[in-house]
């Protein structure tokens, strides 16, 4: 289990984006990350006991045929991945809704990246000073196949007058 974005904001060189820095069609590509049979297991084991995540002899009798990640797993990977290597958010990746589908499954050894698309930008008028940010990503194995998409409202910050 290894990413390979910044291990906290100190060593962070990416620019600090502001609702005025991310342009609707802005795109972007995140690092990567190794998902592992036993980081699938535990995460199972504590968030989503199903027999297809935590073993893989129950897997084989399943629907899935083989060990998967849990969605929830993917979904977390993403957050990182987002977090660590994705466009560096004034305030911070701050959720405001999302749509989430997998279609495909996450498998032991899978190399996952994110890449995704500003689709639109707009100030808030009740709040003064940020805005909503919709993003859709997709989480990508090494293959190019996509395991995961989200359409994400962000909540996001507006440059302020001195800067």
């Known amino acids: 289990m290894q990413s390979d974005g910044p ?11 502001y609702l005025e820095d991310l342009p609707v069609g802005r795109r972007f590509v995140t690092g990567s990350y190794v998902m592992e049979a036993e980081a699938i297991k535990a995460f199972a084991s504590q968030f989503d006991p199903q027999p297809f995540h935590l073993s ?4 084989k009798a399943t629907l899935f045929g083989a ?29 405001a809704g999302t749509e989430v589908k ?11 990246h994110v890449e995704g698309e500003v689709l639109a930008v707009r ?10 940010l919709s993003m859709r990503s997709e989480t990508r194995n090494q293959h190019g196949d996509v395991v995961q998409t ?7 910050l507006c440059r302020g007058p001195a800067e």
């Open 102 to 112: 997998w279609p495909k499954p996450t498998r032991p050894g899978d190399v996952l």
């Open 56 to 59: 893989e002899e129950a897997a």
């Open 123 to 132: 100030a808030s008028q009740s709040r003064p000073g940020r805005g909503i």
């Open 7 to 17: 291990t906290n904001a100190a060593e962070d060189q990416r620019p600090l984006l």
């Open 150 to 156: 989200m359409t994400t409202d962000l909540i996001i």
């Open 67 to 95: 060990l998967a990640a849990s969605g929830w797993h993917t979904a977390a990977v993403t957050m990182r991945l987002m977090v660590e290597s994705g466009p560096r958010l004034a305030g911070g990746v701050i959720g």
